[in-house]
């Protein structure tokens, strides 16, 4: 593959390090990377920087993985003040570890950011923590099919007061965990329940903002749909109780019998995931034709019974491309297709995933090398 990137290191800000006085040893490290499931193994450094309102952003550096202090009067702790990202890094054949469209997640990191009233990290200093722990942590990026070092960029409020009000003290950490992926056992459909009594978020809420709270608030209705036999669930909008949003950690797309591509339309309730419109820009290219509009549960219910929804499909940087192989809601349950992943869905799934593992030409120059 031709190399149009930037080496590591290029744009890399002067992340201070404080190594890891006792890091994993090398065969530690291989055991524990050898076959990882998702966000339970960490590597040995994490990258930080904090800001103050009186200076700003400052003092970015890399220290051991571990515990961090928190004083009890934290606002993270009272006011939910905690906003993230998730990206991924990939060991590509050739050794080199590449990222996929990281200045994306830096700009929405800055619009969930403004939603939540804290400060915006700049875009080079969200580039530069990457570069630099990625850098330093690189023999923990795995090697299996479909793993992957998981980044999670997040920030909190830290300042030491229970006053409610935008924090005067935050801070910005970066932690990496090789992972594999979000549901274990390979592609296989997953099954999902249209939530009717929860709501996701609502007109003028936080629904477009990654902010810890929101998925905080899903897990009831998640305890409930797994009660209920089901592995996720799908959110409808909270003014009518009737257009599909998203999923508690995907967006959502359906496939048409003639293979038209739908997918709600940003309307500031849901999340504007990467995958997302990564996935638009590559099935339009496949030739599909891709729509973005308000899609309500009686048209999906109607389309799936009738044939005329053939394809049902949840993306994310967690989940990749998952296929949907089951729906049911208050009062309906419904196989999607026969059942089995969809050709469109697998389609799509291998396309961006040949990409982000350098198996296939990156035209859009969605990889960012970093090591
Ligand atoms: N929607 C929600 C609620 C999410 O948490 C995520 C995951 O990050 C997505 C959608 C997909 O976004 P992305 O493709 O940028 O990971
Ligand atoms: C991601 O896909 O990166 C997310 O943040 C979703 C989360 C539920 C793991």
């Known amino acids: 593959m031709t190399d149009t990137t930037a080496p590591a290191g290029a ?109 915006e990290l700049p875009v080079e200093d969200f580039m530069a923590s990457i570069y630099s722990l990625v850098e330093l942590d690189k023999d923990w990026v795995p090697t299996a099919e479909g793993a992957s070092l998981y980044l999670r960029p997040f920030l909190i409020g830290t300042d030491v007061f229970l006053g409610l009000r935008a924090p005067k003290k935050v801070d910005y950490l970066l932690i990496a965990s090789p992972s594999g992926p979000y549901f274990a056992g390979g592609v296989k459909p997953v099954s999902i329940w249209v939530e009717k009594d929860f709501f996701r978020a609502g007109p003028g809420g936080t629904g477009a903002a990654k902010c810890g709270g929101n998925y905080a608030a899903s897990l009831r209705p998640q305890i409930a749909a797994g009660e209920r036999g089901y592995d996720q669930v799908l959110y409808l909008d909270a003014a009518t109780g009737s257009v599909l949003e998203e999923l508690g950690g995907m967006n959502v797309f359906v496939v048409t019998r003639d293979g038209t591509v739908l997918t709600p339309v940003l309307n500031g309730n849901i999340l504007e995931g990467i995958t997302r419109s990564s996935v638009i820009e590559l099935l339009d290219e496949d030739g599909h034709k891709t729509v973005e509009r308000n899609i309500t549960l009686k048209e999906l219910r109607e389309g799936i019974e009738s044939g005329e929804i053939a394809e049902v499909f949840a993306c994310g940087t967690a989940a990749v491309v998952t296929p949907v192989g089951r729906m049911g809601g208050e009062g309906f349950e419904l196989t999607v297709g026969d059942g089995q992943p969809g050709p469109v869905t697998m389609a799509v799934r291998q396309r961006l995933t040949d990409i982000q593992y350098g198996r296939a030409e990156d035209t859009h120059g969605w990889m960012q090398r970093l090591v």
């Open 11 to 119: 744009t890399a800000e002067a992340f201070r390090v404080v190594p890891n006085p006792a890091p994993a040893t090398r065969e530690e490290r291989a055991d524990r990377i050898a076959n990882p499931r998702f966000g339970l193994v960490f590597t040995d450094h994490m990258a930080r920087m904090t800001w103050t309102a009186d200076e700003g952003w400052g003092d970015p550096r890399i220290e051991p993985y571990g515990p961090i202090p928190l004083d009890p009067a934290a606002s993270v702790l009272h006011y939910a003040q905690e906003i993230f990202e998730g990206l991924k890094a990939y060991r590509w054949a050739d050794g080199s570890i590449r990222t996929f469209r990281p200045e994306e997640n830096a700009k929405r990191l800055q619009r969930s950011a403004w939603r939540m009233a804290l400060p």
